[in-house]
Nanobody
Framework: QEQLVESGGGLVQAGGSLRLSCAAS????????MGWFRQAPGKEREFVAA????????YYADSVKGRFTISRDNAKNTVYLQMNSLKPEDTAVYFC????????????????WGQGTQVTVSS
């Protein structure tokens, strides 16, 4: 059974860093584009970052460019989101996402979701 499991969320002060991990199991996701969305209370789920299945193209929401970095380790079927210079407005539940062989930037394009991990940035 395909499964995405996030870890690494937590509470951090503004300006701090966190690294999220997403471990894929049940099948190989080496041919999937993988990435992250986030959802703050009362807001819609929004795109954060993604990495094409080949690993050669990454793309980011404007709000996180220059602060967040997405990467993947295909041997471990794991994708990472390094978050630096965190701001209170980054506070949200972060969801790992995967789409087989195609890029994505919207929630309705996703084939697989993780359960989410909470990130809270205090001011």
């Amino acid at each position: 059974q395909e499964q995405l499991v996030e870890s690494g969320g937590g509470l951090v002060q503004a300006g701090g860093s966190l690294r999220l991990s997403c471990a894929a199991s049940g099948r190989t996701f080496s041919s999937a584009s993988m990435g992250w969305f986030r959802q703050a209370p009362g807001k819609e789920r929004e795109f954060v970052a993604a990495l094409r299945w080949s690993g050669r193209l990454t793309y980011y929401a404007d709000s996180v460019k220059g602060r967040f970095t997405i990467s993947r380790d295909n041997a471990k079927n794991t994708v990472y989101l390094q978050m630096n210079s965190l701001k209170p407005e980054d506070t949200a539940v972060y969801f790992c996402a995967a789409r087989l062989r195609l890029d994505f930037s919207a929630p309705d394009e996703i084939d697989y979701w993780g359960q989410g991990t909470q990130v809270t940035v205090s001011s």
